[in-house]
């Protein structure tokens, strides 16, 4: 049973965490920047919050759901502003770190810190979030109640998220080995302009 809901959660967490949106190009664009450990940092943010919304969905939580519904416009409109002071920030970086910044820079507390709790915020501040949570379990027949076990489901969640962080990190320092400063430094622009992008997309 225990090995069963790791693999389900494994599954979900990665599920989730993979397709392309906001917190996918930020954790790319700071592995570039800022360098691999800080790209996994901020992605383990946002594994704790798929893993925190995973729980409340497992545990079958309705009333923290129903809770949640009426503050859904003001969530969405603080990640959105958010995801766009974002986006300028990195438009106004006009360079790539050089790579003996990137490593003061990786092993820098604050800046890691700042990074995880960075998308730890954003995630959670995204209501679809613990709504595909909620379809993925009433597919499992978990519906309206709390999984036996739930504990074991939501830290196959949190593997299964970060095991895409660390994916998209290592593939970011891979683009940024092959590719020169010039790319790299439009490569950072766009990032910017596809996080202002995603904000006009949560208000419009």
């Known amino acids: 049973m225990m090995v069963e809901l790791v693999s389900k959660g494994v599954i979900i967490g990665f599920s989730v965490a993979a397709p392309v949106g906001p917190i996918g190009v930020l954790c790319f664009q700071r592995s570039l920047s800022r360098g691999w450990l800080q ?3 901020a992605g383990l943010g946002a594994a704790c919050a798929d893993a925190f919304y995973g729980g409340i969905a497992a545990l079958g939580l309705v009333s923290v759901i129903e809770w949640l ?35 003061e820079s990786a092993l820098s507390r604050s800046g890691s810190v700042g990074g995880f709790f960075m998308t730890f915020g ?3 501040t995204n209501p679809m979030t613990i709504l595909a949570f909620l379809a993925i379990f009433a597919s499992l027949g978990m519906k309206g109640q709390a999984s036996t076990q739930p504990w074991w489901l939501v830290a196959g969640v949190f593997l299964g998220s970060a095991a895409w962080w660390l994916v ?14 010039q790319y790299l430094t439009h490569i950072n622009r766009l990032s910017g302009i596809i996080l202002i992008g995603f904000a006009l997309w949560v208000l419009f």
Do not use: D, N, W
């Open 168 to 181: 998209l990190s290592t593939l970011a320092m891979g683009v940024k080995y092959h590719l020169s400063s």
């Open 39 to 41: 790209g996994v940092v």
């Open 122 to 124: 954003l995630t959670l």
């Open 69 to 103: 519904t009426p503050l859904e416009s003001a969530l969405k409109l603080f990640g959105a502003v958010f995801l766009c002071y974002l986006g300028i920030k990195t438009l106004c970086r006009s360079t790539v770190e050089s790579s003996s910044r990137v490593s």
